[in-house]
C-alpha cells in the first residue's frame, strides 16, 4: 500500500518524521498529477489531504470521493485549524447516529 501526504510544508513536515512521502506546497495541477500517478503505479492508497486541497476542484479528488475502491483520502486540518476542525465523516456519523455518539464519555 501506498501512503502519501499533501499540504502545507509546515504540516508535511510530521509527515515527513514518520517516512510518509510527502509533498509540501503543490500548485492545483501538480496535486492532480500527483494522485493520477499514485492511482496509476499502486493497487491500494491512503492519500492525506489537507483540508483547503480536499475542498479545492481537483479533479482526481472528485474521482476518488465519488467513486470509492482501493483509493482512501484522509482530510486533515491545517495547523492553524486544529480546535475547529470537524471531518466530514464526523458530520456523516452525527446526521446519521446523532451527536450523542461522538460525544467523549470518558471524561
Not at 501512503?3 to 510527502?22: E, K, N, P
Not at 489537507?50 to 475502491?69: H, T
Not at 484522509?74 to 461522538?102: H, K, Y
Amino acid at each position: 500500500m501506498k501512503i502519501v501526504a499533501m499540504g502545507s510544508s509546515a504540516l508535511m513536515d510530521g509527515f515527513a518524521l514518520l517516512g510518509i512521502q510527502t509533498y509540501a506546497d503543490l500548485s492545483l495541477e501538480k496535486i492532480n498529477d500527483v494522485l493520477l500517478d499514485v492511482k496509476r503505479k499502486h493497487r491500494r492508497a491512503l492519500v492525506f489531504l489537507e483540508q483547503d486541497i480536499i475542498n479545492a476542484d481537483i479533479p482526481m479528488v472528485n474521482r476518488w470521493r465519488n467513486q470509492g475502491g482501493s483509493m482512501l483520502i484522509c482530510e486533515i486540518p491545517a495547523l492553524d485549524q486544529l480546535n475547529e476542525f470537524q471531518p466530514e465523516v464526523e458530520q456523516l456519523i452525527a446526521r446519521v447516529m446523532g451527536t450523542s455518539v461522538l460525544e467523549n464519555k470518558h471524561g
